[in-house]
T-cell receptor
Framework: ETGVTQSPTHLIKTRGQQVTLRCSSQ?????VSWYQQALGQGPQFIFQ???????GRGNFPPRFSGLQFPNYSSELNVNALELDDSALYLC?????????????FGPGTRLTVL | GNSVTQMEGPVTLSEEAFLTINCTYT??????LFWYVQYPGEGLQLLLK?????DKGSNKGFEATYRKETTSFHLEKGSVQVSDSAVYFC???????????FGGGTRLMVKP
């Protein structure tokens, strides 16, 4: 069984640019959540997608947007990058969207904004 | 809103020492509670979980008990190994099931 995968592993962008991060969920999982982890801190919830619809959003501005595809893979898009967007971006998939459904994390994408 | 507070690190122990990492939470309703571990350069791995009061989660020698009366979920291990060196995160999930709220993480360093 393949776990959660993310691409790319590392990314360097300059302020003002746009970036797309990708996530493939674990087989059989229909729910994907995205988190931002700044250096030395715990992850912060960005949003969750369930069966291609947004199912909750954290305290992030609209320039953070996402998509989920029919195969349940997902993208995170960030427009107008700022220096503070530099972080590890984690994707997690779960079997369903219930609170007892464990979220399984991918290895993350390290984004550096210069 | 929901919040998780865990003891600040780093925690430095000798191999075979007893480990406790404290975690307390504030939440509405009846959240599920988790411990995740993050090894250097990697994502988060689920260590254990508990979904209701008095449940004990356990895995790889680690244990934590969901204490509703003290709103706590302390992580314990009787004998740590060098390979346990990592950052440990306590987390809860809200009743909507969509948002994990994490503590700030506790770095554990185990010396031979």
């Amino acid at each position: 069984e393949t776990g959660v995968t993310q691409s790319p592993t590392h990314l360097i962008k300059t302020r003002g640019q746009q970036v797309t991060l990708r996530c493939s969920s674990q087989s059989g999982h229909n729910t994907v959540s995205w988190y931002q982890q700044a250096l030395g801190q715990g992850p912060q919830f960005i949003f969750q997608y369930y069966r291609e619809e947004e199912n909750g959003r954290g305290n992030f501005p609209p320039r953070f947007s996402g998509l989920q595809f029919p195969n349940y893979s997902s993208e995170l898009n960030v427009n107008a990058l700022e220096l503070d967007d530099s972080a590890l971006y984690l994707c997690a998939s779960s079997l369903d969207r219930g609170y007892t459904d464990t979220q399984y994390f991918g290895p993350g994408t390290r984004l550096t904004v210069l | 809103g929901n919040s998780v507070t865990q003891m600040e690190g780093p925690v430095t122990l000798s191999e075979e020492a007893f480990l406790t990492i404290n975690c307390t939470y504030t939440a509405t309703g009846y959240p599920s509670l988790f411990w995740y571990v993050q090894y250097p350069g990697e994502g988060l791995q689920l260590l254990l979980k508990a979904t209701k009061a008095d449940d004990k989660g356990s895995n790889k020698g680690f244990e934590a008990t969901y204490r509703k009366e003290t709103t706590s979920f302390h992580l314990e291990k009787g004998s740590v190994q060098v390979s346990d060196s990592a950052v440990y995160f306590c987390a809860l999930i809200n009743n909507a099931g969509n948002m994990l709220t994490f503590g700030g993480g506790t770095r554990l360093m185990v010396k031979p």
